[in-house]
């Protein structure tokens, strides 16, 4: 088949008013209702409107993944409370849940997936109207799709523990549907069964990137990260980042986020596909305020702050030369200090052009290397893990077996101009090794993935693997100052039940 690319011609922005009222899929959640709503038969006939179609499919996640950020931020040491939280962030602080908190709705990732149904559903008929959407353009896409589907349907089986089953291809579910309720290891596998036929190893074709959505070979890397197959999470992480061949620069960690460039990441986030695979774009001019600006920003409502905890893990780091702490991600960057001492998270005010634009980044370059890097460790490599934590490839006079196409790497560390960390030298024995290279990941993932929705996830992952529950409950209940709520929090969390949010059924 003769190599194409990919290109998504209609914005993503552009087109939000239109979706609204027009594609089936963004209706309310479980209005049954036609109303204004495209008739399937006639709308999908060619590659634009299955391009209005995946756009659209994306609209949830507008309201999603704030919900998201927050929850996550506030179960997990990274984020807490000032004076204006409203009840029931207060609630989700304490880890006092209640199926009326708007937070904790899970509603918007079930649109997501019934989206995806709807367009599964006909986009097989597309070529016969269409005959530019060839047999490369169909497989692309339904992969793409069945990958976004897949990403919902992990992150609610990470957050509540189990996932309500909608069959495939159904566009709807009405009152009197009796849903399957399946478990968190039992819909990993399925989705891995389901994402599989869709990975091509080929590397005559050009990658095809739908813009926005999940890296799919990365998502079967953490599918697999996630039930602790080391060996194939190294394999489709690896094979995710390499998704665009011999690229030196794509997915890569290079020179293009360098240093003070690093707060570029979330500034127009479409723009930087070197860095960014998936990402929600807002634009305040439009209509599209990110919500997560108003909730953090000083001179708003500043419902939220980073914690002391977070703040004191950034002052911490050593720059290669000078000091001042982790300064082109922590401070100024992700948080900054109002006049008076006081602290906020500026992360999603960054584009100061536009304040409220700043968009939210779902999957990045640096989130995959240090998923690899928390595989190859436990694959028995932590040497080959702890580059890509550091100085990465560009470092290495001789690189490591499968990363020739690498040497632009400068590793997450070293792209923000940190020290190296290693382990001790007193330290020899190898699981002793492996458990402190693991410690080290998880603590990096907490500064360069923070307020992105990643933390109390990757804390109950690691204590799971350990089967340790004090491994997440002694950090998390370790960013209260009050001693009596720190230790009413631990007790809370050394119970595993409580790791996940209660399901309305």
């Given at each position: ?58 609209i949830p996640l507008q309201e999603a993944m704030p919900n998201l950020i927050i929850t996550d931020g506030l179960r997990s040491d990274l984020m807490d409370v000032t004076a ?38 006909h986009i097989d008929s597309v070529p016969n109207a269409d005959p530019n959407f060839d047999e490369f353009y169909l497989f692309y896409c339904k992969g793409g799709i069945i ?284 699981n002793s090794i492996m458990l402190y290279v693991e410690d080290l990941i998880i603590e990096e993932r907490a500064m360069e993935m923070a307020f992105e929705g990643k933390r ?50």
């Amino acid at each position: 088949m003769k190599a194409k690319t990919f290109k998504t011609k209609y914005c993503f922005i552009a087109i939000l008013g239109i979706l609204f009222t027009t594609v089936s899929c963004s209706d309310d959640f479980f209005n049954q209702q036609a109303g204004n709503r495209m008739n399937p038969d006639n709308h999908y006939q060619s590659l634009k409107d299955v391009e209005l179609s995946l756009a659209a499919a994306l609209i949830p996640l507008q309201e999603a993944m704030p919900n998201l950020i927050i929850t996550d931020g506030l179960r997990s040491d990274l984020m807490d409370v000032t004076a204006n939280a409203d009840g029931n962030m207060r609630s989700i602080l304490n880890e006092d849940f209640s199926a009326d908190n708007p937070y904790l709705d899970p509603a918007s990732f079930y649109k997501v997936i019934i989206c995806a149904n709807e367009i599964l559903a006909h986009i097989d008929s597309v070529p016969n109207a269409d005959p530019n959407f060839d047999e490369f353009y169909l497989f692309y896409c339904k992969g793409g799709i069945i990958g976004l589907r897949s990403w919902a349907y992990f992150n609610i089986v990470k957050i509540w523990g189990e996932a309500a089953y909608i069959p495939d291809n159904m566009p709807g579910i009405s009152d009197d549907m009796t849903l399957e309720y399946i478990s968190k290891s039992a819909m990993i596998d399925t989705l891995i069964n389901q994402i599989t036929p869709y990975i091509h190893t080929d590397e005559s074709l050009v990658e095809l990137r739908i813009g926005g959505y999940v890296n799919t070979k990365a998502l079967l890397g953490e599918l697999y990260l996630e039930k602790n197959d080391y060996a194939n999470a190294v394999t489709y992480l690896k094979m995710g980042i390499e998704s665009y061949g011999n690229s030196t620069s794509m997915y890569k960690v290079d020179k293009n986020f360098t240093k003070e460039g690093w707060q570029n990441i979330f500034i127009n986030a479409e723009s930087n596909q070197s860095e960014n695979i998936a990402y929600i774009s807002f634009k305040s001019t439009e209509g599209q305020r990110n919500p997560l600006t108003e909730m953090m920003l000083y001179n708003d409502k500043y419902m939220v702050k980073p914690s002391s905890k977070l703040v004191n893990t950034y002052l911490a780091q050593e720059l290669l030369k000078g000091a001042g702490g982790d300064i082109y991600r922590g401070t100024g960057v992700t948080y900054d200090t109002i006049p008076g001492g006081e602290t906020y998270i500026s992360k999603y005010s960054l584009d100061l052009g536009e304040p409220y634009s700043t968009d939210i980044v779902i999957s990045r370059a640096a989130d995959l290397h240090l998923l690899l890097a928390e595989a190859l460790n436990r694959s028995g490599d932590p040497t080959t893990a702890l580059i890509l934590l550091n100085a990465g490839m560009n470092a290495e006079k001789k690189k490591p077996t499968g990363y020739t196409r690498w040497a632009q790497n400068l590793g997450v560390r070293g792209r923000a101009y940190l020290k190296t960390l290693a382990v001790p030298v007193e330290l020899i024995d190898p699981n002793s090794i492996m458990l402190y290279v693991e410690d080290l990941i998880i603590e990096e993932r907490a500064m360069e993935m923070a307020f992105e929705g990643k933390r109390f996830t990757d804390l109950v992952r690691i204590a799971e693997r350990r089967n340790d529950p004090d491994y997440l409950a002694s950090r998390v209940s370790s960013k209260f100052s009050d001693e009596g709520t720190a230790n009413t929090i631990r007790e809370k969390l050394k119970n595993k039940t409580n790791w996940y949010l209660p399901f309305n059924k």
